[in-house]
């Protein structure tokens, strides 16, 4: 919209520039008019309210309030941001305003100089007049001054610069400041009374300059030396800034606490084969101390004065910088690019801890110090997940899909475990040898990964796990002898080799590694990094559960589960190719199917299809399969067995040819074969409904093939449902099969004529549907 403005604007200008002026100077003499009345001292804002508000109703009126609050946080905001983007500079004018301080500090007492100066060289001329005067005079006038007693005050100006050398030699630093507060004393109130001459006033101003710039370099030359420390420091710099120079005396001050600090680093030598931690350990404790030190002195001489708190605060981020320089050059480097998430993280930790100290005295610089470590945590977290990734990879691509439980479980404990918990597949889950590597690697990767959520590091970790679990789905998809075709689409596959999953077997216990990584073990997971509440006991239950529903949570199962249902769905594709499709690419469930069998003279025995026999053996097998897989995870069996019947109706629901031929075929379909496709459809219904995994989607797409079916045969002017028998025939039909099929021996209502339209299946198409399968 903005953009859109501006070009018209610019359009505008272009065609009329003259024009555009014009506006531009009405509007801002216009502008400045509104603003007139603001610029008044006479500006009443109440009644000025009352004047705008009297015309608005109320609704107007709190439209107008909501309207200045956003306007009041809007600003505040803008203010908070503005004064955290600024903060250097601001804190470098302060200091450059303190040093123009010092500046005219100094050109006062300079120009006090050239005054006494000047009051020195008019009262020589005045002395030289008198002596060009009456004869007599001059030589009275001499003579009176050498005949006159000097006061007390001259004899006191007089003496007063050796008193000074006197106490700075000897380091009597209260006394030389007091000694220097009182001639400034009798120097002011000498000009104020002229007791003094300008020779002596000038004297003593340039003496009493002279000597505070002695102590001032004495007190900075022992503010700088090693051996002043605690008290003495603290006096040398107090004493400092009573000579009127603050801003050196506390430069001084932070400066002798880094030599100190850098004299003490010079002893901790890192060596290459040293632990990590115990080098942050002792690092963060010689650098905070010293930064702890450093800010109890400030604060001692100083108090809180914005400008030298400034200046404190940047010095101590400066070595807190520093520090993280030097902790991670020595103790996180290496750490970071081996993915030793856990030794990166107990450095920050160590770290954090002793940081935290500083909020004591009301420095609190672990932001900072997070900000600071965040990359190469980053870097150890990305590693680690990268080592999980590849060390997951090597081992599918030897993985037997064959599941067991954890290679250090025996089975005594496992019983144990069932025995004492009443089911060990949560506590000893089985999977493959491939799964079970990912799950100890994902559960070591959580342990001791507390800053991470302190690092703003929670949804980064999330998101790398995210996608290692993927790209191992992606391997589990490739794993499918289907997948070939597919393979470049798989995200993070690459190359790799994966072994292939020949039997139905090792392809279900590819889903049941995803099902369980997804379902609980990555979940049980990432609650690590959400371990203790704030007083370090253990989250309840409830607790745990509102955790666990938190946005990002819960957007983050569901990423997973996507990548679960994307390896059922590959899954389901390859069974529902295998059974429509033959190896020649012919098509087992075709049109031709039912259109052909109105042409027999002889009535059919009545059975489903051989492709529906083949899908109820099918799911039959792995629903066995899934039962000894799934244990406790029936749900997902149910999903799965329901998604590969779904995928088969899906596909007849929508191929095009087969309707094609059924709806405007070279023949059109008759009583038969509309029968054997209502059997058809009702031989699923009720197989999947025996089963429990009839969907309402399932069943409503059955429905609506069903009525597409009656449709097309209504076409031919017959009526359906004179020829279709009664429900009940169909139910009972597709219950023998169902009997027939599971190898009961017996069909369920042995009274029924096999030739009739409640027939049987006869042995022969038994056998052939068994052959089929087994082949």
């Not at 007089?158 to 400041?177: H, N």
């Not at 998101?463 to 499918?480: H, R, S, T």
């Amino acid at each position: 919209m903005s953009s859109a403005k501006s070009s018209r604007s610019r359009v505008l200008a272009q065609s009329a520039p003259s024009k555009g002026i014009a506006n531009g100077q009405d509007g801002i003499s216009q502008l400045e008019d509104k603003l007139k009345a603001f610029r008044t001292d006479q500006f009443d804002p109440d009644a000025f309210l009352q004047s705008k508000c009297q015309s608005m109703n109320e609704k107007e009126i709190k439209h107008l309030c909501s309207y200045l609050l956003d306007l009041k946080r809007a600003s505040a905001e803008e203010l908070r941001a503005s004064v955290y983007s600024n903060y250097k500079s601001f804190i470098r004018t302060s200091k450059e305003i303190s040093d123009l301080e010092v500046e005219l500090l100094s050109i006062r007492n300079l120009l006090s100089t050239q005054a006494a100066l000047i009051h020195g060289l008019a009262e020589g001329v005045y002395v030289d007049s008198l002596s060009n005067g009456p004869e007599g005079s001059a030589a009275e006038d001499m003579y009176d001054v050498e005949d006159r007693e000097p006061s007390d005050v001259e004899k006191w100006a007089v003496e007063f610069p050796d008193i000074l050398d006197v106490l700075l030699a000897e380091r009597r630093v209260d006394e030389a400041l007091a000694a220097l507060d009182e001639g400034e004393q009798v120097l002011a109130e000498a000009r104020e009374t002229n007791t003094l001459s300008s020779t002596v006033l000038l004297s003593l101003q340039t003496s009493i300059t002279e000597h505070r710039r002695k102590l001032a370099d004495q007190l900075a030359e022992a503010a700088c030396q090693p051996s002043t420390r605690g008290v003495e420091l603290r006096a040398a710099v107090s004493a400092l800034k009573k000579l009127g120079d603050g801003p050196r005396a506390h430069t001084l001050l932070l400066n002798a606490h880094y030599q100190r600090y850098q004299y003490n680093l010079q002893n901790l030598r890192p060596s290459s084969t040293s632990y990590g931690g115990a080098y942050t350990a002792a690092l963060s404790q010689l650098v905070f101390s010293s930064i702890a030190q450093a800010v109890s002195d400030s604060l001692a001489v100083f108090a809180d004065e914005p400008a030298y708190t400034s200046e404190l605060v940047v010095w101590c981020s400066k070595q807190t910088e520093d520090f993280a320089v030097l902790v991670k050059r020595h103790a996180l480097a290496s750490s970071a690019a081996a993915g030793g998430l856990r030794a990166a993280a107990e450095c920050v930790q160590i770290a954090i801890g002793h940081c935290s100290l500083l909020g004591d005295n009301g420095l609190y610089l672990i932001a900072h110090l997070l900000d600071l470590f965040r990359p190469s945590v980053e870097q150890a977290l990305h590693a680690n997940l990268k080592r999980i990734e590849e060390s997951t990879a090597a081992l599918a691509a030897a993985d037997e899909w064959m599941l067991t439980y954890p290679p250090t479980v025996m089975r005594s404990s496992v019983r144990s475990s069932n025995a004492s918990h009443g089911s060990g597949v949560a506590f000893q889950p089985k999977l493959s040898s491939s799964a079970h590597r990912f799950n100890s690697m994902v559960q070591d990767f959580f342990e001791d990964v507390g800053p991470l959520l302190s690092m703003q590091l929670g949804g980064p970790t999330l998101e790398g796990l995210y996608q290692v679990f993927n790209i191992y789905v992606n391997l589990l998809i490739k794993a499918l002898p289907a997948s070939m075709e597919d393979e470049e689409n798989l995200e993070g596959s690459g190359n790799k080799i994966v072994r292939m999953a020949e039997t139905e077997s090792q392809q279900i216990a590819l889903l049941a590694n995803a099902s369980l990584l997804a379902d609980e073990l990555l979940p049980r997971a990432i609650m690590k990094l959400y371990p203790l509440n704030p007083t370090g006991g253990k989250v309840d239950s409830h607790k745990r559960d509102k955790q666990s529903r938190q946005p990002d949570q819960r957007e983050w199962k569901r990423r997973i589960q996507r990548s679960v249902d994307g390896l059922r769905d590959s899954f389901c594709r390859q069974h529902a190719l295998d059974l429509i499709f033959t190896e020649d690419g012919n098509t087992h469930l075709s049109a031709d199917m039912y259109l052909s069998m109105d042409g027999n003279v002889e009535e059919p025995e009545w059975f489903p299809s051989p492709i529906f026999q083949e899908l109820f053996l099918k799911l039959s097998r792995m629903a066995s399969i899934a039962a000894d897989m799934f244990v406790g995870r029936e749900r997902f069996a149910t999903l799965l067995l329901m998604r590969l019947t779904e995928t088969i109706i899906l596909w007849l629901s929508d191929d095009q040819s087969f309707w094609d031929d059924i709806e405007e075929g070279p023949r059109p379909l008759g009583p038969l074969g509309l029968q054997q496709f209502y059997l058809d459809m009702e031989f699923v219904i009720h197989f999947s409904s025996q089963g429990r995994y009839l969907s309402r989607n399932l069943h409503q797409v059955i429905k609506d093939i069903i009525s597409r079916a009656i449709a097309a045969f209504s076409a031919t002017g017959i009526d359906p449902y004179s020829v279709l028998p009664e429900d009940d025939w169909f139910a009972d039909v597709s219950q023998e099969a169902i009997a027939r099929l599971s190898g009961k021996g017996k069909s369920v209502n042995g009274d029924r004529d096999l030739n009739s339209p409640t027939a049987s299946v006869s042995a022969q198409s038994i056998s052939s549907v068994r052959s089929h399968g087994s082949s």
